[in-house]
């Protein structure tokens, strides 16, 4: 009976911390990017990362100083895309794409939150409702 009851307080225990890495794990996306601003990037697909929890794409962008700058674009995790008809090859090295997103806090990382995005080569969009364009 005693061990018994040492063995449920260990699991008891080992679950809870469990529980509290998997709560703590998450961050808010206002921690890390301006959600009431916009911008607007337009730039080469360097490399497209499809993956859980969160996507990345990174995009070669020209400055208008004529600087290449690489910007790490988070999207969402690639259960959530999959769902809505993204893929892991929907985007390719290369592509030209225009990118609508939500700027980080911290301008020197380079980094956006995905709102919208578009690849003008054949008009694929994501993040735009049923008669939207994109502006």
Do not use: C
Request: no cysteine.
């Amino acid at each position: 009976m005693k061990l018994r009851l040492i063995v449920l307080l260990i699991a008891a225990s080992a679950l809870t911390s469990l529980l509290a890495v998997q709560v703590s794990a998450h961050h808010s996306f206002a921690a890390t990017y301006f959600e009431d601003k916009q911008e607007k990037i337009e730039g080469d697909l360097a490399q497209f990362l499809f993956r859980n929890p969160h996507s990345f794409v990174h995009i070669d962008v020209k400055e208008a100083s004529g600087e290449v700058v690489r910007y790490a674009v988070e999207w969402g995790g690639g259960g959530q895309l999959g769902r809505q008809g993204v893929a892991r090859d929907t985007l390719k090295v290369g592509d030209h794409v225009i990118i609508v997103g939500n700027p980080g806090r911290n301008p020197e990382d380079h980094r956006l939150r995905m709102v919208r995005l578009q690849r003008p080569s054949d008009g694929y969009t994501w993040g735009t409702r049923p008669g939207e364009t994109f502006d």
